[in-house]
Protein backbone atom coordinates (compact mmCIF):
# COMPACT_ATOMS: atom_id res chain seq x y z
CA UNK A 1 0.00 0.00 0.00
CA UNK A 2 1.56 3.39 -1.03
CA UNK A 3 2.45 5.66 1.61
CA UNK A 4 1.87 9.86 2.01
CA UNK A 5 3.81 12.21 4.70
CA UNK A 6 1.58 15.21 5.32
CA UNK A 7 3.14 18.48 7.14
CA UNK A 8 0.94 21.36 8.09
CA UNK A 9 0.88 23.88 10.88
CA UNK A 10 -3.08 23.88 10.93
CA UNK A 11 -4.50 20.82 12.51
CA UNK A 12 -7.60 20.70 11.47
CA UNK A 13 -6.57 21.13 7.76
CA UNK A 14 -4.22 18.21 8.37
CA UNK A 15 -6.83 16.16 9.60
CA UNK A 16 -9.31 16.63 6.44
CA UNK A 17 -6.06 16.60 4.45
CA UNK A 18 -5.00 12.95 6.04
CA UNK A 19 -8.56 11.35 5.74
CA UNK A 20 -8.46 12.52 1.72
CA UNK A 21 -5.38 10.29 1.25
CA UNK A 22 -6.19 7.59 3.10
CA UNK A 23 -9.39 7.46 1.09
CA UNK A 24 -7.33 7.18 -1.80
CA UNK A 25 -5.72 3.60 -0.29
CA UNK A 26 -2.89 5.54 1.28
CA UNK A 27 -1.44 4.96 4.97
CA UNK A 28 -0.37 8.47 6.30
CA UNK A 29 1.92 10.27 8.45
CA UNK A 30 1.18 13.61 9.70
CA UNK A 31 3.22 16.12 11.27
CA UNK A 32 2.63 19.57 12.22
CA UNK A 33 6.63 20.84 12.12
CA UNK A 34 9.60 20.56 10.57
CA UNK A 35 11.04 18.62 13.38
CA UNK A 36 8.34 16.05 13.82
CA UNK A 37 8.67 15.55 10.00
CA UNK A 38 12.14 14.65 10.27
CA UNK A 39 11.23 12.08 12.93
CA UNK A 40 8.17 10.36 10.86
CA UNK A 41 11.35 10.25 7.91
CA UNK A 42 13.75 8.16 9.79
CA UNK A 43 11.37 5.84 10.37
CA UNK A 44 9.63 4.90 7.18
CA UNK A 45 9.55 6.24 3.49
CA UNK A 46 7.35 8.20 1.70
CA UNK A 47 5.76 7.52 -1.78
CA UNK A 48 4.55 11.11 -2.17
CA UNK A 49 4.91 13.92 0.98
CA UNK A 50 2.45 17.20 0.81
CA UNK A 51 4.07 19.98 3.11
CA UNK A 52 3.07 22.88 3.83
CA UNK A 53 5.76 25.77 2.93
CA UNK A 54 5.16 27.81 6.02
CA UNK A 55 5.96 26.04 8.81
CA UNK A 56 6.25 27.09 13.09
CA UNK A 57 9.92 26.09 12.81
CA UNK A 58 11.22 26.78 9.33
CA UNK A 59 10.41 26.41 5.75
CA UNK A 60 9.00 23.16 3.94
CA UNK A 61 11.46 23.42 1.06
CA UNK A 62 14.02 22.42 4.38
CA UNK A 63 12.61 18.97 4.07
CA UNK A 64 13.23 18.51 0.39
CA UNK A 65 16.92 17.05 0.78
CA UNK A 66 15.92 14.37 3.49
CA UNK A 67 12.56 13.07 0.99
CA UNK A 68 15.03 13.13 -1.88
CA UNK A 69 17.43 10.99 -0.49
CA UNK A 70 14.35 8.50 0.88
CA UNK A 71 13.33 8.17 -3.38
CA UNK A 72 10.01 10.29 -2.34
CA UNK A 73 8.56 10.19 -5.59
CA UNK A 74 6.42 12.81 -5.54
CA UNK A 75 6.41 16.10 -3.21
CA UNK A 76 3.47 18.61 -3.34
CA UNK A 77 4.16 21.48 -1.90
CA UNK A 78 0.89 23.47 -0.02
CA UNK A 79 0.98 27.16 0.12
CA UNK A 80 -1.73 29.80 0.25
CA UNK A 81 -2.99 31.91 -3.17
CA UNK A 82 -1.03 35.19 -1.92
CA UNK A 83 2.89 32.83 -2.15
CA UNK A 84 2.41 31.46 -5.65
CA UNK A 85 5.82 33.22 -6.64
CA UNK A 86 7.08 30.80 -3.40
CA UNK A 87 5.62 27.57 -4.67
CA UNK A 88 6.91 28.70 -8.31
CA UNK A 89 10.54 28.43 -5.89
CA UNK A 90 10.02 25.48 -4.60
CA UNK A 91 9.96 23.99 -8.12
CA UNK A 92 12.88 25.20 -9.06
CA UNK A 93 14.67 23.33 -6.23
CA UNK A 94 13.00 20.61 -6.69
CA UNK A 95 9.37 20.11 -5.56
CA UNK A 96 7.27 18.14 -8.37
CA UNK A 97 4.06 19.84 -8.21
CA UNK A 98 2.17 22.81 -5.77
CA UNK A 99 -1.20 22.63 -4.60
CA UNK A 100 -3.11 26.15 -3.12
CA UNK A 101 -5.66 26.69 -0.42
CA UNK A 102 -8.41 25.54 -0.18
CA UNK A 103 -7.26 22.83 -2.19
CA UNK A 104 -8.41 21.91 -5.58
CA UNK A 105 -9.50 18.03 -4.40
CA UNK A 106 -10.07 17.23 -8.15
CA UNK A 107 -6.59 18.08 -8.67
CA UNK A 108 -5.19 16.24 -5.71
CA UNK A 109 -6.67 13.28 -6.25
CA UNK A 110 -5.73 12.78 -9.59
CA UNK A 111 -2.00 12.84 -8.21
CA UNK A 112 -2.60 10.27 -5.77
CA UNK A 113 -3.92 7.89 -8.17
CA UNK A 114 -0.73 8.44 -10.40
CA UNK A 115 1.24 8.05 -7.48
CA UNK A 116 -0.77 4.67 -6.11
CA UNK A 117 -0.65 3.44 -9.62
CA UNK A 118 3.12 3.94 -10.46
CA UNK A 119 3.68 2.14 -6.84
CA UNK A 120 1.43 -0.39 -7.39
CA UNK A 121 2.48 -1.22 -11.08
CA UNK A 122 -0.35 -0.61 -13.00
CA UNK A 123 1.19 1.58 -15.33
CA UNK A 124 4.52 1.41 -16.83
CA UNK A 125 3.75 5.33 -18.37
CA UNK A 126 6.84 7.58 -18.41
CA UNK A 127 7.62 11.26 -17.63
CA UNK A 128 8.21 13.16 -20.64
CA UNK A 129 11.65 13.94 -19.84
CA UNK A 130 11.70 10.01 -19.78
CA UNK A 131 10.85 9.95 -23.07
CA UNK A 132 12.76 13.01 -24.04
CA UNK A 133 16.26 10.97 -22.70
CA UNK A 134 14.80 8.09 -25.34
CA UNK A 135 13.54 10.17 -28.43
CA UNK A 136 16.45 12.95 -28.28
CA UNK A 137 13.62 15.90 -28.65
CA UNK A 138 10.64 17.74 -26.12
CA UNK A 139 8.07 19.00 -28.28
CA UNK A 140 10.04 21.25 -30.53
CA UNK A 141 13.10 20.84 -28.91
CA UNK A 142 16.02 18.50 -30.43
CA UNK A 143 18.95 17.46 -28.20
CA UNK A 144 20.14 14.77 -25.83
CA UNK A 145 22.93 16.71 -24.44
CA UNK A 146 22.55 16.70 -20.52
CA UNK A 147 22.05 20.72 -20.95
CA UNK A 148 19.11 20.04 -23.06
CA UNK A 149 18.06 17.31 -20.44
CA UNK A 150 18.26 20.29 -17.81
CA UNK A 151 16.46 22.92 -19.95
CA UNK A 152 13.46 19.61 -20.40
CA UNK A 153 13.31 18.99 -16.76
CA UNK A 154 12.36 22.75 -16.23
CA UNK A 155 10.03 23.15 -18.87
CA UNK A 156 7.96 19.99 -17.54
CA UNK A 157 8.05 21.50 -14.15
CA UNK A 158 6.98 24.64 -14.73
CA UNK A 159 4.29 24.10 -17.80
CA UNK A 160 1.76 23.30 -15.18
CA UNK A 161 1.85 26.74 -13.71
CA UNK A 162 0.64 29.82 -14.50
CA UNK A 163 4.39 31.14 -13.65
CA UNK A 164 5.66 33.74 -15.77
CA UNK A 165 8.99 32.41 -17.37
CA UNK A 166 11.67 34.27 -18.21
CA UNK A 167 13.70 32.62 -21.61
CA UNK A 168 17.32 34.01 -21.62
CA UNK A 169 19.62 32.82 -24.34
CA UNK A 170 22.05 33.52 -27.33
CA UNK A 171 21.17 34.13 -30.33
CA UNK A 172 19.80 31.22 -32.24
CA UNK A 173 19.51 28.78 -29.52
CA UNK A 174 15.93 28.13 -29.60
CA UNK A 175 14.57 30.56 -27.03
CA UNK A 176 11.40 30.91 -29.73
CA UNK A 177 10.79 26.85 -29.98
CA UNK A 178 11.54 26.46 -25.98
CA UNK A 179 8.52 28.81 -25.71
CA UNK A 180 5.86 26.90 -28.09
CA UNK A 181 7.31 23.74 -25.78
CA UNK A 182 6.32 25.19 -23.05
CA UNK A 183 3.00 26.06 -24.21
CA UNK A 184 2.15 23.04 -25.67
CA UNK A 185 3.40 21.01 -22.30
CA UNK A 186 0.68 23.70 -20.48
CA UNK A 187 -3.56 22.88 -19.66
CA UNK A 188 -3.37 26.29 -22.25
CA UNK A 189 -2.39 23.94 -25.43
CA UNK A 190 -5.76 24.38 -26.99
CA UNK A 191 -5.54 27.77 -26.37
CA UNK A 192 -3.81 30.93 -28.76
CA UNK A 193 0.11 30.86 -28.38
CA UNK A 194 0.82 34.50 -30.14
CA UNK A 195 4.28 35.57 -30.37
CA UNK A 196 5.22 39.27 -30.90
CA UNK A 197 9.00 40.62 -31.33
CA UNK A 198 9.20 43.62 -29.84
CA UNK A 199 12.27 44.44 -31.25
CA UNK A 200 10.31 44.38 -35.06
CA UNK A 201 7.59 46.85 -34.63
CA UNK A 202 8.02 50.31 -33.92
CA UNK A 203 7.71 51.90 -30.75
CA UNK A 204 4.51 54.34 -31.79
CA UNK A 205 2.72 51.13 -32.47
CA UNK A 206 3.68 48.47 -30.20
CA UNK A 207 1.14 49.88 -27.32
CA UNK A 208 -1.71 49.83 -29.96
CA UNK A 209 -0.40 46.08 -30.65
CA UNK A 210 -0.29 45.19 -27.16
CA UNK A 211 -2.92 46.62 -25.53
CA UNK A 212 -5.60 47.33 -28.75
CA UNK A 213 -7.48 50.25 -29.33
CA UNK A 214 -10.35 52.04 -30.04
CA UNK A 215 -11.96 53.90 -32.89
CA UNK A 216 -10.87 57.51 -33.08
CA UNK A 217 -8.28 57.16 -30.90
CA UNK A 218 -5.50 58.17 -32.96
CA UNK A 219 -5.19 59.10 -37.08
CA UNK A 220 -5.65 55.79 -39.03
CA UNK A 221 -7.66 53.93 -36.42
CA UNK A 222 -10.91 52.92 -38.01
CA UNK A 223 -12.14 50.50 -36.21
CA UNK A 224 -11.88 48.85 -32.94
CA UNK A 225 -8.58 46.60 -32.83
CA UNK A 226 -8.29 44.14 -29.78
CA UNK A 227 -4.20 43.63 -29.04
CA UNK A 228 -2.34 40.57 -28.79
CA UNK A 229 -3.38 40.36 -24.88
CA UNK A 230 -6.88 40.12 -25.94
CA UNK A 231 -6.51 37.99 -28.61
CA UNK A 232 -4.57 35.21 -26.49
CA UNK A 233 -7.02 35.49 -24.18
CA UNK A 234 -7.06 31.60 -22.39
CA UNK A 235 -3.59 31.31 -23.98
CA UNK A 236 -0.17 32.17 -24.00
CA UNK A 237 2.03 35.36 -24.74
CA UNK A 238 5.13 35.34 -26.07
CA UNK A 239 7.23 38.22 -25.79
CA UNK A 240 10.48 38.01 -27.99
CA UNK A 241 13.30 40.14 -27.12
CA UNK A 242 11.51 41.78 -24.44
CA UNK A 243 14.39 44.57 -23.85
CA UNK A 244 13.57 45.64 -27.14
CA UNK A 245 10.23 47.13 -25.38
CA UNK A 246 9.67 51.16 -25.06
CA UNK A 247 11.03 51.80 -21.30
CA UNK A 248 8.25 54.22 -21.03
CA UNK A 249 5.72 51.20 -22.20
CA UNK A 250 7.56 48.73 -19.77
CA UNK A 251 5.54 50.28 -16.84
CA UNK A 252 2.35 49.69 -18.96
CA UNK A 253 2.75 46.30 -19.44
CA UNK A 254 3.73 45.83 -15.65
CA UNK A 255 0.61 46.78 -14.73
CA UNK A 256 -1.46 44.71 -17.08
CA UNK A 257 0.87 41.62 -15.76
CA UNK A 258 -0.02 41.90 -11.99
CA UNK A 259 -3.43 43.13 -12.31
CA UNK A 260 -4.75 41.02 -15.59
CA UNK A 261 -6.52 43.74 -16.94
CA UNK A 262 -6.08 46.26 -19.20
CA UNK A 263 -7.69 49.20 -20.97
CA UNK A 264 -7.22 50.14 -24.82
CA UNK A 265 -5.89 52.74 -26.14
CA UNK A 266 -8.75 55.65 -26.03
CA UNK A 267 -10.96 53.48 -24.17
CA UNK A 268 -12.42 54.00 -20.69
CA UNK A 269 -13.57 50.47 -19.81
CA UNK A 270 -11.32 47.69 -17.90
CA UNK A 271 -10.96 44.59 -20.05
CA UNK A 272 -10.09 41.26 -18.16
CA UNK A 273 -7.01 39.25 -19.94
CA UNK A 274 -6.10 35.88 -18.83
CA UNK A 275 -2.83 35.34 -20.10
CA UNK A 276 0.64 33.59 -19.38
CA UNK A 277 3.31 35.65 -20.43
CA UNK A 278 6.83 34.57 -21.49
CA UNK A 279 9.12 36.48 -21.95
CA UNK A 280 12.76 36.22 -23.88
CA UNK A 281 16.00 37.97 -24.44
CA UNK A 282 19.53 37.31 -25.96
CA UNK A 283 21.13 39.85 -23.72
CA UNK A 284 22.29 39.63 -20.34
CA UNK A 285 18.96 40.99 -18.40
CA UNK A 286 20.87 42.13 -15.02
CA UNK A 287 22.98 44.12 -17.41
CA UNK A 288 19.89 44.98 -19.27
CA UNK A 289 18.47 46.54 -16.08
CA UNK A 290 21.98 48.73 -15.10
CA UNK A 291 22.25 49.92 -19.08
CA UNK A 292 18.45 51.07 -18.47
CA UNK A 293 17.16 48.94 -20.96
CA UNK A 294 14.82 46.58 -19.03
CA UNK A 295 13.08 48.04 -16.07
CA UNK A 296 14.17 46.56 -12.74
CA UNK A 297 10.40 45.45 -11.54
CA UNK A 298 9.96 44.36 -14.72
CA UNK A 299 12.72 42.28 -14.98
CA UNK A 300 11.80 40.71 -11.46
CA UNK A 301 7.75 40.02 -12.78
CA UNK A 302 9.15 38.55 -15.23
CA UNK A 303 11.74 36.00 -14.26
CA UNK A 304 9.51 34.30 -11.89
CA UNK A 305 11.13 30.75 -13.38
CA UNK A 306 14.02 31.77 -15.55
CA UNK A 307 15.00 29.41 -18.26
CA UNK A 308 18.54 29.30 -19.78
CA UNK A 309 19.18 27.93 -23.21
CA UNK A 310 22.63 26.81 -23.80
CA UNK A 311 24.87 28.12 -26.61
CA UNK A 312 25.24 25.42 -29.38
CA UNK A 313 29.15 24.95 -28.62
CA UNK A 314 27.81 23.21 -25.01
CA UNK A 315 25.79 20.94 -26.29
CA UNK A 316 28.57 18.22 -27.75
CA UNK A 317 26.80 15.56 -29.84
CA UNK A 318 24.07 17.85 -30.62
CA UNK A 319 25.57 19.23 -33.37
CA UNK A 320 26.05 15.78 -35.38
CA UNK A 321 21.88 15.06 -33.64
CA UNK A 322 21.16 18.40 -35.39
CA UNK A 323 23.33 18.43 -38.34
CA UNK A 324 21.37 15.47 -39.36
CA UNK A 325 18.28 16.54 -38.95
CA UNK A 326 18.43 19.09 -40.73
CA UNK A 327 20.11 17.39 -43.90
CA UNK A 328 17.32 15.00 -43.41
CA UNK A 329 14.58 17.68 -44.44
CA UNK A 330 16.22 18.49 -47.06
CA UNK A 331 16.86 14.85 -48.33
CA UNK A 332 13.12 14.17 -47.52
CA UNK A 333 12.19 17.00 -49.77
CA UNK A 334 14.50 16.32 -52.94
CA UNK A 335 14.13 12.37 -52.25
CA UNK A 336 17.93 12.07 -51.88
CA UNK A 337 20.50 10.45 -49.19
CA UNK A 338 23.30 12.69 -48.79
CA UNK A 339 25.25 12.48 -45.59
CA UNK A 340 27.89 14.24 -43.93
CA UNK A 341 31.33 12.56 -43.75
CA UNK A 342 33.63 11.62 -40.68
CA UNK A 343 35.92 14.56 -41.59
CA UNK A 344 33.12 17.13 -42.28
CA UNK A 345 31.29 16.16 -38.86
CA UNK A 346 34.91 16.83 -37.68
CA UNK A 347 34.94 20.49 -38.28
CA UNK A 348 31.61 21.08 -37.52
CA UNK A 349 31.98 20.07 -34.01
CA UNK A 350 35.39 22.26 -34.00
CA UNK A 351 33.68 25.34 -34.97
CA UNK A 352 32.34 27.77 -32.35
CA UNK A 353 28.96 28.27 -33.53
CA UNK A 354 28.76 31.72 -32.80
CA UNK A 355 24.95 32.12 -34.43
CA UNK A 356 24.26 28.58 -32.61
CA UNK A 357 21.50 26.00 -33.93
CA UNK A 358 20.03 29.13 -36.47
CA UNK A 359 23.76 29.07 -38.15
CA UNK A 360 24.22 25.06 -38.09
CA UNK A 361 20.51 25.02 -39.61
CA UNK A 362 21.95 27.57 -42.66
CA UNK A 363 25.53 25.40 -42.70
CA UNK A 364 23.51 22.21 -43.43
CA UNK A 365 21.42 23.64 -45.69
CA UNK A 366 24.77 25.23 -47.89
CA UNK A 367 26.95 22.38 -47.60
CA UNK A 368 23.26 20.10 -49.21
CA UNK A 369 23.31 22.54 -51.84
CA UNK A 370 27.53 22.05 -52.71
CA UNK A 371 27.80 18.49 -52.28
CA UNK A 372 26.87 15.44 -54.12
CA UNK A 373 26.06 12.06 -51.81
CA UNK A 374 29.21 12.39 -49.80
CA UNK A 375 29.29 15.97 -48.16
CA UNK A 376 32.26 16.10 -46.86
CA UNK A 377 34.54 19.63 -45.29
CA UNK A 378 34.91 21.48 -48.30
CA UNK A 379 31.00 21.50 -48.57
CA UNK A 380 31.18 23.69 -45.46
CA UNK A 381 31.33 27.26 -45.49
CA UNK A 382 35.13 28.47 -44.95
CA UNK A 383 34.48 30.00 -41.86
CA UNK A 384 33.46 27.15 -40.60
CA UNK A 385 36.49 25.29 -42.20
CA UNK A 386 38.09 28.30 -40.03
CA UNK A 387 39.82 29.76 -43.59
CA UNK A 388 37.90 33.24 -43.42
CA UNK A 389 38.25 35.45 -46.60
CA UNK A 390 40.10 38.60 -46.28
CA UNK A 391 37.58 40.85 -47.30
CA UNK A 392 33.87 39.18 -47.24
CA UNK A 393 32.19 39.34 -50.87
CA UNK A 394 29.25 37.59 -52.52
CA UNK A 395 29.18 36.76 -56.37
CA UNK A 396 26.00 37.23 -58.27
CA UNK A 397 25.12 36.15 -61.49
CA UNK A 398 24.31 38.48 -64.38
CA UNK A 399 20.38 38.05 -64.87
CA UNK A 400 19.61 36.63 -61.55
CA UNK A 401 16.60 38.49 -59.55
CA UNK A 402 16.67 41.59 -57.24
CA UNK A 403 15.21 39.33 -54.47
CA UNK A 404 17.33 36.78 -54.62
CA UNK A 405 20.58 38.84 -54.94
CA UNK A 406 18.86 41.43 -51.63
CA UNK A 407 18.55 37.55 -49.89
CA UNK A 408 22.18 36.57 -50.71
CA UNK A 409 22.96 39.85 -49.31
CA UNK A 410 21.31 40.08 -46.17
CA UNK A 411 21.66 36.33 -45.11
CA UNK A 412 25.77 37.14 -45.53
CA UNK A 413 25.95 39.85 -43.65
CA UNK A 414 23.79 38.70 -41.24
CA UNK A 415 26.64 35.61 -41.19
CA UNK A 416 29.51 38.22 -41.14
CA UNK A 417 28.19 39.70 -37.86
CA UNK A 418 27.08 36.72 -36.04
CA UNK A 419 23.35 37.65 -36.02
CA UNK A 420 23.69 41.06 -34.73
CA UNK A 421 20.31 42.16 -36.58
CA UNK A 422 20.50 45.98 -35.17
CA UNK A 423 23.78 45.83 -36.66
CA UNK A 424 22.80 44.36 -39.86
CA UNK A 425 20.18 46.56 -40.24
CA UNK A 426 22.43 49.77 -39.67
CA UNK A 427 24.84 48.70 -42.07
CA UNK A 428 22.47 47.94 -45.12
CA UNK A 429 20.68 50.96 -44.52
CA UNK A 430 17.37 49.46 -43.66
CA UNK A 431 14.95 49.65 -40.82
CA UNK A 432 14.98 46.63 -38.57
CA UNK A 433 11.41 45.91 -39.02
CA UNK A 434 12.50 45.68 -42.53
CA UNK A 435 15.10 42.82 -41.85
CA UNK A 436 12.87 40.99 -39.43
CA UNK A 437 9.88 41.22 -42.48
CA UNK A 438 12.54 39.73 -44.70
CA UNK A 439 14.15 36.85 -42.90
CA UNK A 440 9.86 36.00 -42.03
CA UNK A 441 9.54 35.54 -45.26
CA UNK A 442 12.94 33.61 -46.76
CA UNK A 443 11.65 31.24 -43.76
CA UNK A 444 8.13 30.82 -45.51
CA UNK A 445 9.80 30.44 -48.43
CA UNK A 446 12.16 27.57 -47.22
CA UNK A 447 9.25 25.99 -45.57
CA UNK A 448 6.54 25.56 -48.91
Same mark, same amino acid.
Given at each position: ??????????????????????????????????????????????????? +?????????????????????????????????????????????????????????????????? /?????? #???????????????? =??????? &???????????VAPTDATV?????????????????????????? &????? /?????????????????????????????????????????????????????????????????? $???????????????????????EKAVADGKLRE????????? &? $????????????? %??????? =???? /???????????? #????????????????????????????????????????????????????????????? +?????????????? #?????? $????????????? /????????? %???
Amino acid at each position: MPHALAVDDDPNFLNGLAELIEAQGFTTNTATNLRDARERLLHTRPDIALI +DLRLPDGSGLELLKELERSNTSEVIVITGHADVDSAVEALRVGATDYLTKPLDVARLKEILSTVSE /NELGFT #DSRSPVEEAKENGRLG =LLLGASE &PMFEVYRQLVRVAPTDATVLVVGESGTGKDLASQTLHMLSDRSEA &PFLPL /NCGAITPTLIESELFGHERGSFTGADKRHKGYFERAHGGTLFLDEITEMPYELQVKLLRVLETRQL $VRIGGDQTVEVDVRVIAATNRDPEKAVADGKLREDLFYRLSVF &P $VHMPPLRERGEDV %DLLADYF =LSIH /NERNETDKAFTD #DARETLHAHRWPGNVRELKNVAHQAYIMGDKKLDADCLPRRVRGEAPALPRIEIEVGGTIA +DTERRLIEATLEQH #DDDKKK $VAKLLGISLKTLY /NRLKQYEEE %DDA
